[in-house]
């Protein structure tokens, strides 16, 4: 009969598996609780939303699963699931949080009331829109993951050294005029947009950035930097990969066109400048639209520019040259241009267009000095006449 050798760990004598030393067995579990203190997940207790109370407000038993108020102090894994109490309010301030997670099914929850300080992710696994209202403080990178729908984020985000990674097929809403001194990153696949300001945007391969609400027919002015000649910017993968994505429907900036404020002294274009006309409107020569009101420097160059929609479709542009891309020209005459020196987007008549306009201005203008001088006011020869 085989038995297994006796192992003496921590003063306790257990059986060793087959292969393995007293001093392996020591190195495993030293592994596993390294392993569990590293993980918030594991290492952190969860709190589960019921909405059993009769209002929404976090200090309510009756809205928690087991019918205990997680305490603000202590940091839980909130995990946000079913369709009770969707308007939830947090009743504490500097709330703890090791991690936000709207569950698979959860209907669309809004947030609101005291600030939370949070040290994980948030995770938007619903497949609906979910909003946060409430300030968070956070001094990491903290992931965003959006899955396939929208995270709204109303309150303002702060802390020296936080950050933010957008993940997922989703989008992540910035509407504060956030403080935070790290980047947001956007990942391949995933999209950021809002009215608000973020210190430092790095928008990789893959991913999409576009002020406003990312619907169509809504626009907005969306914030970069903090400041110019500041460590803030505006930096876009160079390539073709990225996307930077502009709606038009009129003349009025941030409410009928998107557009950014560029306040970092660090920015730099890549990747291609979307731009779509939203209505069918023709626009004349000379309107501008200024896509990108620059404060700092800026470097690079988008890889493309691209048009489409209303009277401008089926344009392309070629470019840069000297920091000018410019379309081809339409039955009518009309071009655009798009400088990534001034960041204005220019509509431009043809400029044969321009001359013929001129010569018939001088014409007319000829024309009236003759009958001016018909009633018998001679006319002085030159010498050479």
Do not use: H
Request: proline share 4%; aromatic share 8%.
């Amino acid at each position: 009969m085989l038995t297994s050798p006796r192992c003496n760990v921590s003063n306790a004598t257990v059986g060793c598996p087959r292969g393995m030393t007293p001093k392996s067995v020591l190195w495993s579990l030293a592994a596993l609780t390294t392993l569990w203190q590293a993980s918030p997940a594991l290492a952190q207790s969860s709190a589960t939303w019921s909405g059993g109370a009769t209002s929404g407000l976090w200090s309510s038993s009756a809205n928690w699963v087991g019918g205990g108020v997680p305490a603000s102090s202590t940091p839980f894994n909130y995990l946000m699931q079913g369709t009770n109490r969707l308007s939830s309010t947090n009743s504490a301030a500097n709330r703890q949080a090791a991690s936000i997670t709207f569950q698979s099914g959860a209907g669309s929850f809004g947030i609101t009331g005291g600030s939370f300080l949070l040290t994980g992710p948030i995770s938007n696994l619903s497949g609906v829109t979910q909003t946060i209202s409430s300030p968070i403080t956070t001094t990491g990178l903290r992931t965003v993951a959006t899955g396939s729908a929208a995270t709204v984020f109303g309150g303002v985000i702060a802390g020296s050294g936080g950050g933010m990674n957008v993940t997922g097929s989703g989008t992540a809403v910035f509407n504060a005029a956030n403080t935070y001194t790290g980047t947001t990153v956007v990942a391949s696949g995933a999209t950021i947009t809002g009215t608000g300001r973020l210190p430092r945007v790095d928008v990789q391969s893959g991913g999409r950035i576009t002020p406003g609400t990312a619907a169509a027919g809504s626009y907005g002015v969306l914030t970069t930097g903090t400041g110019a000649g500041s460590s803030g910017g505006f930096v876009v993968a160079s390539g073709t990969s990225a996307t930077v994505a502009i709606g038009i429907s009129g003349t009025t900036r941030g409410t009928q066109y998107d557009a950014f404020n560029l306040l970092g002294g660090s920015n730099q274009f890549g990747g291609t400048l979307d731009i779509s006309f939203d209505t069918n409107t023709l626009y004349g020569p000379g309107t501008t639209f200024n896509l990108f009101a620059l404060s700092g420097s800026n470097g690079g160059a988008f890889g493309a520019v691209t048009v489409a929609g209303g009277e401008y479709a089926g344009l392309t542009f070629s470019g840069p040259v000297n920091g000018v891309w410019t379309s081809n020209t339409k039955s009518d005459g009309q071009f655009l241009t798009f400088s990534e020196i001034t960041g204005d987007l220019v509509v431009v008549p043809e400029p044969s267009t321009a001359v013929i306009a001129l010569v018939g201005v001088g014409l007319v203008g000829l024309q009236r000095f003759r009958r001016r001088n018909a009633g018998g006011m001679p006319v002085t020869p030159t010498a050479a006449g």
